[in-house]
């Protein structure tokens, strides 16, 4: 398990994030202190499967910890903004170099087939969701998800609220690709009953 001050290190954007809207002591302070509040999530759920440690080590843990600590000297809107934005950031870098990769020859579809072994083996039950596969279908992909960790442990730590910028995310990287289109009705993070994904050629 990687210690708090390595997946911190990780998190440079967020702490620059951080670095525009506070004074630097204050903003170097308070990663101090969301390093500290990070160690003990991760002892708290260190017993977790290593499936969802991949989420809760790399995403919901760390973004709780700076959240929570934040939101306690700036209030919840700056704090939920800090987070968002870095995230947004980070996606549009994702988003940009798939962009890319799909206008190559053959791309659309061999991205459209990797979805089902990618989603299998990252956010399949091991991983700690629950999901509905449907029939494959050329050019197309579609998946439910039912339970999902980011829900359960981002509400465990008194921050739902944070849920909604990761469900935003497949929008972000997926929803402007040449050639496919992302389609969604609903997230569990934003209250439906399922997150669905549905993906193809166009």
Same mark, same amino acid.
């Given at each position: 398990?990687?210690?708090?001050? !390595?997946?911190?290190?990780?998190?440079?954007?967020?702490? /620059?994030?951080?670095?525009k809207? *506070?004074?630097?002591?204050?903003?170097?302070?308070?990663w101090?202190? /969301?390093?500290?509040?990070?160690?003990?999530?991760? $002892?708290?759920?260190?017993?977790?499967?290593?499936?969802?440690?991949m989420? !809760?080590?790399?995403?919901i843990?760390?973004? /709780?910890?700076?959240?929570l600590?934040?939101?306690?000297?700036?209030?919840? %809107?700056?704090?939920?903004?800090?987070? %968002?934005?870095?995230?947004?950031?980070?996606?549009?870098?994702?988003a940009?170099r798939?962009?890319? *990769?799909?206008?190559?020859?053959?791309?659309?579809?061999?991205?459209?087939?990797?979805?089902?072994?990618m989603?299998?083996?990252?956010?399949?039950?091991?991983?700690?969701?629950?999901?509905?596969?449907?029939?494959?279908?050329?050019?197309?992909?579609?998946?439910?998800?039912?339970?999902?960790?980011?829900?359960?442990?981002? !509400?465990?730590?008194?921050?739902?609220?944070? !849920?909604?910028?990761f469900? %935003?995310?497949?929008?972000?990287?997926?929803?402007?690709l040449?050639? $496919?289109?992302?389609?969604?009705?609903g997230? $569990?993070?934003?209250?439906?009953?399922?997150?669905?994904?549905? $993906?193809?050629?166009?």
């Amino acid at each position: 398990m990687k210690t708090a001050e !390595t997946i911190m290190e990780s998190k440079g954007v967020i702490k /620059a994030e951080m670095d525009k809207v *506070l004074p630097k002591a204050e903003s170097d302070a308070l990663w101090k202190d /969301a390093t500290e509040k990070l160690g003990g999530l991760l $002892l708290q759920y260190r017993s977790l499967p290593k499936g969802v440690h991949m989420h !809760t080590d790399s995403r919901i843990l760390p973004s /709780a910890a700076i959240y929570l600590t934040v939101k306690d000297v700036t209030g919840q %809107e700056q704090a939920y903004r800090i987070i %968002e934005d870095a995230v947004v950031q980070l996606c549009a870098g994702i988003a940009e170099r798939l962009r890319k *990769l799909v206008k190559l020859p053959g791309m659309k579809d061999l991205f459209i087939s990797i979805w089902d072994p990618m989603t299998k083996k990252m956010f399949g039950s091991g991983n700690g969701f629950k999901n509905v596969f449907y029939t494959k279908k050329k050019g197309e992909y579609r998946m439910d998800v039912t339970e999902c960790p980011y829900c359960r442990y981002f !509400t465990e730590l008194g921050c739902p609220e944070l !849920t909604k910028i990761f469900c %935003e995310n497949d929008e972000r990287i997926y929803g402007n690709l040449p050639g $496919l289109r992302f389609e969604r009705t609903g997230t $569990l993070g934003k209250g439906a009953q399922r997150c669905d994904f549905y $993906l193809r050629k166009v």
